[in-house]
T-cell receptor, first 111, second 111 residues
Framework: DTGVSQDPRHKITKRGQNVTFRCDPISEHNRLYWYRQTLGQGPEFLTYFQNEAQLEKSRLLSDRFSAERPKGSFSTLEIQRTEQGDSAMYLC?????????FGQGTRLTVV | AQRVTQPEKLLSVFKGAPVELKCNYSYSGSPELFWYVQYSRQRLQLLLRHISRESIKGFTADLNKGETSFHLKKPFAQEEDSAMYYCAANAGGTSYGKLTFGQGTILTVHP
């Protein structure tokens, strides 16, 4: 599978722990997006990068969340001091033209 | 506020019957509209977009600016069309990739 890759696919963590997710976009795509999807809802925009620059952050992205894309290639999304409300599917997408290519997501469960 | 609404969470039809998945949007300016599909155990993928005015897998969608709708239609549903369908919009211009999704409609096509 040469599409967008996300790791891990599943993560179970205890409340209060920190977690980090990784996204590897399709190599020639310079825009990378993070979305969050909770049960029964469509994906919601969190943040995006143009190369290594983080250009926009949603109000959904509290100060416990941080995202990086240090060399304009892969990206990481870190959640500090996780809360049960952080339980969701975290999706990454990279863009070519007008089409978004999504990864399979990281499902986070906070217990 | 920018919003995409899919009024039906579930839609069931029989094979060979016509199907219409509804989508309404509330967006300032000239948004771009998309339909994304997620088949069982697969990632979210683009089905079609309004600017292409194309038919994919027999599906079409017409942008009705007067009614602010972008309904997805297929004259003869097939079992393999069973999936989750999301309508999505962006603000156009440089905002491509920052998508607002509807809640999704689960389409089930019975044999």
């Amino acid at each position: 599978d040469t599409g967008v890759s996300q790791d891990p696919r599943h993560k179970i963590t205890k409340r209060g722990q920190n977690v980090t997710f990784r996204c590897d976009p399709i190599s020639e795509h310079n825009r990378l997006y993070w979305y969050r999807q909770t049960l029964g809802q469509g994906p919601e925009f969190l943040t995006y990068f143009q190369n290594e620059a983080q250009l926009e952050k949603s109000r959904l992205l509290s100060d416990r969340f941080s995202a990086e894309r240090p060399k304009g290639s892969f990206s990481t999304l870190e959640i500090q001091r996780t809360e049960q409300g952080d339980s969701a599917m975290y999706l990454c997408a990279s863009i070519l033209g007008r089409e978004a290519f999504f990864g399979q997501g990281t499902r986070l469960t906070v217990v | 506020a920018q919003r995409v609404t899919q009024p039906e969470k579930l839609l069931s039809v029989f094979k060979g019957a016509p199907v219409e998945l509804k989508c309404n949007y509330s967006y300032s300016g000239s948004p771009e509209l998309f339909w994304y599909v997620q088949y069982s155990r697969q990632r979210l993928q683009l089905l079609l977009r309004h600017i292409s005015r194309e038919s994919i897998k027999g599906f079409t969608a017409d942008l009705n600016k007067g009614e602010t709708s972008f309904h997805l239609k297929k004259p003869f549903a097939q079992e393999e069309d069973s999936a989750m369908y999301y309508c999505a919009a962006n603000a156009g211009g440089t905002s491509y990739g920052k998508l607002t999704f509807g809640q999704g409609t689960i389409l089930t096509v019975h044999p």
